[in-house]
């Protein structure tokens, strides 16, 4: 009586090493960084449009949204200056220590070559990012894609406002205070955004 049966083997090839990638330029490295900010900077000023008009009251400024984007790009350059400083601060400590690390942040000699290039992208970052907070042209870009997005939020807003409008009245009737305090809220938040779409256009 047999208690294994022999199964067939299958033919699946040989095994053969990947071809290696080769590591991306480092302008390239560089250029995808500055990308990866602007959206940063683009996002962050979005949010601060939402609390000044929703929160503040402020209008829209187009000079105040510029200067805060630039604003944002430089302090960005300034936080990849600081970590290219911190990985050549790391750097002058590897070659003294051989082997293979035991944690996530102990760096070794083998380790070398990846952190000069990590501090040389850094640092190019930091430059290029300082280079791009003084051309209009982008800063222009940025802000205005801020706006868009803003205006984007707030439309939805109000969508949502009238939304709940309609729906609470087709539910439990309201008493006649919170009808108006519902619809001049709804009011302001159309004036709002009215203001914000003729600021956008001139």
């Not at 929703?54 to 829209?60: A, F, H, P, S, V």
């Not at 984007?69 to 960005?76: A, G, M, R, Y």
């Not at 035991?102 to 952190?115: G, I, M, N, P, S």
Request: net charge neutral.
């Amino acid at each position: 009586m047999k208690l294994f049966r022999r199964t067939k083997r299958h033919d699946v090839g040989t095994y053969t090493d990947p071809i290696p990638t080769p590591a991306p330029k480092i302008e390239e490295q560089i250029e995808d960084g500055v990308l990866v900010a602007l959206a940063a900077v683009r996002l962050k000023v979005t949010n601060r449009l939402i609390v000044r008009s929703l929160r503040d009251g402020k209008d829209y400024d187009e000079q105040r949204v510029r200067l805060r984007v630039t604003k944002e790009i430089l302090n960005i350059a300034v936080e990849k200056e600081k970590d290219a400083k911190r990985i050549r601060k790391i750097l002058e400590t590897v070659a003294d220590k051989p082997g293979a690390a035991d944690f996530a942040d102990d760096f070794r000699a083998r380790d070398a070559k990846t952190l000069k290039r990590r501090a040389k992208v850094s640092s190019g970052l930091a430059a290029r990012l300082a280079e791009v907070a003084t051309d209009p042209e982008v800063v222009g870009e940025v802000a205005d894609r801020a706006h868009s997005a803003f205006l984007d939020e707030f439309a939805v807003s109000v969508a949502q406002g009238v939304r709940a409008f309609a729906e609470a009245r087709a539910g439990t009737p309201l008493t006649e205070m919170d009808r108006v305090a519902q619809l001049q809220g709804l009011s302001e938040e159309l004036d709002e955004l009215g203001r914000a779409r003729r600021a956008a256009e001139d």
